[in-house]
Nanobody
Framework: QVQLVESGGGLVQAGGSLRLSCAASGSTFSVNAMGWYRQTPGKQRDFLALITRSGSTNYVDSVKGRFTISRDNAKNTVFLQMNSLKPEDTAVYYC?????????WGKGTLVTVAS
């Protein structure tokens, strides 16, 4: 089992920045991909960014150039630096990890971007 705990959400003005963190614990060995999704009420959970243990990254087009995913393998932590935030970025942000083909999710952290 892998437990994921997100932090760093909150209220920010449009154009501002936030840095989300997600700490993994438990059976973290063999965790390869870690990433971030977000969800707004009544909508599906959408992929944002992913990073492998080796550091390869992938982003959805809508956040390229604004969001940066990074990872500290020694601390089993993944980060999402979010810049130039827009009101439409308001959502619950979820951390994700895949270990040996099994997906794990955090409980989410709310990001609210005020216009």
């Amino acid at each position: 089992q892998v437990q994921l705990v997100e932090s760093g959400g909150g209220l920010v003005q449009a154009g501002g920045s936030l840095r989300l963190s997600c700490a993994a614990s438990g059976s973290t060995f063999s965790v390869n991909a870690m990433g971030w999704y977000r969800q707004t009420p009544g909508k599906q959970r959408d992929f944002l960014a992913l990073i492998t243990r080796s550091g390869s990254t992938n982003y959805v087009d809508s956040v390229k150039g604004r969001f940066t995913i990074s990872r500290d393998n020694a601390k089993n932590t993944v980060f999402l630096q979010m810049n130039s935030l827009k009101p439409e970025d308001t959502a619950v942000y979820y951390c994700y990890a895949n270990r040996l083909g099994v997906d794990y999710w955090g409980k989410g952290t709310l990001v609210t971007v005020a216009s």
